[in-house]
């Protein structure tokens, strides 16, 4: 390497240590920060580095093994600082849904994490929304189905961090002190034998109950029909909401409101005269109709919390020490069974959420494998003396093989995989033998 090569990577390493991105973005111009990153990386002084082909390569292999979650989901996950890798995880999500990605870094405060979320279709996948100066982005749901978010940090950054990817309600519900666990007739209910369709979600309360604003917008009708009895529409946010059977109504038509304003009351005007009074509420969208509120409304909680404890393990080879391990789609017994996986099969754990681990085997392959199938000491079950004649490589992907007698060392069988065993030297080093 001569010394203006020298010279360019040690400015390059500089840079890219001394910065948290923020400056990037000032001297770039405003875009998607990941693409602006990437595309300084791959600019003419750097893109022949080889730590820049391999940031680059993670971030488009990380699309290749898709990390099923279900939401809400929360992992402790570590970064090798010396080595590009970025996660790529998927889940389905329904219109009306607040979508919440956060990067909350532990073990170091001064990396920079590019999130950046897609919507994902049969034609493939469109980015959609990114963080752009700090590592969270939010993201209300217009189109139900699957979403993916991708996290990477900058070269040479990483550490332990806690991945949080979360649902939040993104209205207020209509009944103060009330929430979607109140609902008790819900969107798409058969109504009169099955004639039609329930249009909304009904929720019981005593009448002159306080009937609010879900969002801050303008009332565009106050009236009277025979199905919804006293009525108000009200619009913001791109939809329309329509309250049926109050009691009293309490605004006027054109009037601009705030979310939580009272608008009227609860009653049982309408079709609803022989039941107990209640409030029909209903969400339309233009060219769309009627939407189901459910998930406007709903949150869910994390049920178990994972703590910096549970990071312990991170990064380690680890090994199936039962008969068959089952590994799944997603972190649970339910979830589906990707492969079984035979006593002694190694894997490298990537992340904790609960008691299970996200693990990646040695052919690139993602899943997850509940903590009480593994080992976590590698002892030797088998040993092969370096005069042996026999094939061995650096990493199991690698094509680039060599004797195992140029090493100079004894070599001890800790795991395997497939036909291959994982192999390591009397120094530590792990070889794979083919």
């Known amino acids: 390497m001569n010394i203006k090569s020298i010279g360019l990577f040690g400015f390059l390493g500089l840079i890219l240590l001394g910065c948290n991105g923020t400056n990037f973005q ?24 080889a730590i820049v082909r391999d940031w680059v390569n993670a971030g488009e292999r990380a699309f290749d093994s898709p990390v099923e979650i279900t ?48 919507e994902v279709s049969n034609s493939g996948r469109k980015n959609i929304q990114f963080a752009k100066d700090t590592s969270q982005l939010n993201f209300q749901v217009k189109n139900t189905g699957k979403y993916g978010v991708r996290i990477q940090p900058e070269l040479f950054r990483g550490g332990v961090v806690e991945l949080l990817v ?24 058969p109504r009169d034998g099955g004639r039609r369709r329930h249009e909304g ?6 009448r002159g109950t306080p009937v609010i604003a879900v969002s801050s917008g303008r009332v565009n009708r106050v009236g009277n029909n025979n199905l919804g009895g006293k009525i108000i529409n009200m619009s913001g946010g791109g939809y329309s909401y329509y309250y049926a059977h109050l009691d009293t109504q309490m605004v006027k038509t054109g009037q601009a409101v705030n ?4 608008l009227g009351t609860v009653g049982n005007t309408g079709n609803a005269i022989s039941t107990p009074p209640h409030l029909h509420f209903g969400i339309y969208r233009s060219g769309r109709g ?59 754990i990537q992340g904790k959420t609960n008691d299970w681990y996200r693990v990646l085997l040695p052919d690139g392959r993602v899943g997850y494998l509940f903590e009480n199938l593994l080992a976590y000491e590698l002892s030797a ?37 497939q036909d291959s065993r994982l192999l390591i030297t009397e120094s530590g080093k792990y070889y794979w033998a083919f």
Do not use: C, W
Not at 201 to 206: I, L, R, Y
């Open 26 to 49: 000032k001297i770039l111009g405003p875009s998607n920060p990941y693409e602006q990153y990437s595309n300084f990386l791959n600019s003419s002084e750097f893109e022949n580095a």
């Open 71 to 118: 939401l809400p989901y929360q992992e402790i996950s570590h970064f090798e600082k010396n080595q590009p890798k970025a996660i790529y995880m998927e889940f389905e999500a329904k219109e009306g849904q607040i979508i919440s990605a956060e990067v909350k870094q532990i073990s170091t405060k001064d990396a920079r994490f590019f999130l950046d979320l897609y």
């Open 166 to 189: 979360q649902q939040n309600p993104s209205l207020a519900f209509p009944i103060g002190g009330k929430n979607h666990r109140s609902i008790a007739s819900f969107f798409g209910d």
């Open 201 to 206: 979600v009904d929720v019981f309360a005593p």
């Open 259 to 262: 979310i939580g304003d009272t």
């Open 290 to 348: 009627a939407v189901d509120p459910f998930p406007f409304f709903e949150e869910r909680r994390l049920s178990v919390v994972t703590t910096i404890g549970d990071s312990i393990n991170l990064g380690k080879v680890v090994r199936v020490k039962v008969p068959t391990a089952n590994l799944r789609s997603k972190p649970g017994t339910n979830a589906e069974i990707i492969q079984k996986l035979p006593n002694n099969t190694v894997a490298t």
């Open 381 to 417: 079950f088998g040993s092969l003396e370096e005069k042996e004649e026999f094939m061995i490589r650096e990493n199991f992907a690698d094509n680039n093989n060599f004797e195992a007698s140029r090493l100079g060392e004894n070599l001890e069988v800790i795991g395997e995989f």
